[in-house]
């Protein structure tokens, strides 16, 4: 394959390349607009994962390195199929040195539902309750978590929702690779369709997570 690095034909496949990347981000504003298209990928959803309800609300997390240098997760939510920025959050990894994506996986996610389960377990059943109330954004209970991964990633996030108790909780990850979601205790991948909306919400969840991590990772590089 050639890759031009000069003169008109470089300029032409830069040309191309923005338009492609409008044209997408044109998709995106559109397919965001169209509540019966993000209707119709959360009712996919909900059937292919076997959730018990329409996932309303959902996280998705991420693990970023660059050159195995400060490591970082993000969370990002989606609420009625659309970003919801005010509830992103951020983690800065603590507990892990070097590169371990499972470890830092689980670092982030006992952050995030650790005071949750606290509250869910306290002798006051009206504590979760009282937090949503009170804007406390760690209240929330999801609807479905997605980890952008395969069977490690998933296994690492089920352990700390097991160790946590918060077994009740939907849980999938999606793996880069083929696109597949897998579920807990089921060894074979969900495998959706290229053109189903529901694969596309989760691309957009994941890829979302993945911008927001990068980002927070640059801004940490910079300082």
Not at 31 to 50: F, G, K, T, Y
Not at 90 to 114: P, Q, T
Not at 179 to 196: A, C, D, K, M
Not at 205 to 210: I, P, S
């Amino acid at each position: 394959m050639v890759h031009p690095r000069r003169g008109a034909h470089k300029q032409l496949m830069g040309t191309v390349a923005e338009n492609a990347a409008h044209g997408l981000a044109q998709h995106r504003i559109k397919w965001l607009d169209n509540l019966d298209v993000i209707r119709q990928a959360m009712a996919e959803l909900q059937e292919e994962l076997s959730l018990p309800a329409s996932p309303y609300r959902m996280e998705c997390y991420d693990i970023s390195h660059i050159q195995g240098s400060n490591s970082v997760g993000s969370m990002v939510v989606f609420e009625d199929g659309k970003p919801k920025a005010s509830h992103y959050r951020r983690f800065k990894i603590k507990s892990v040195e070097g590169v371990d994506d499972y470890e830092s996986m689980r670092e982030v996610l006992r952050r995030r539902f650790k005071r949750l389960a606290q509250a869910r377990t306290s002798e006051r059943a009206s504590d979760a309750e009282s937090m949503q109330a009170a804007g406390d954004k760690w209240s929330f209970i999801p609807d479905l978590v997605l980890i952008d991964g395969g069977k490690g990633q998933l296994s690492a996030a089920l352990e700390v929702f097991l160790e946590l108790g918060l077994d009740n909780i939907p849980l999938a990850s999606l793996a880069k690779e083929n696109e597949w979601l897998f579920v807990p205790h089921t060894p074979e991948p969900i495998v959706l369709s290229r053109s189903s909306q529901a694969l596309y919400l989760v691309q957009r969840m994941r890829d979302e997570a993945h911008r927001f991590a990068i980002t927070y990772h640059r801004d940490l590089r910079s300082k």
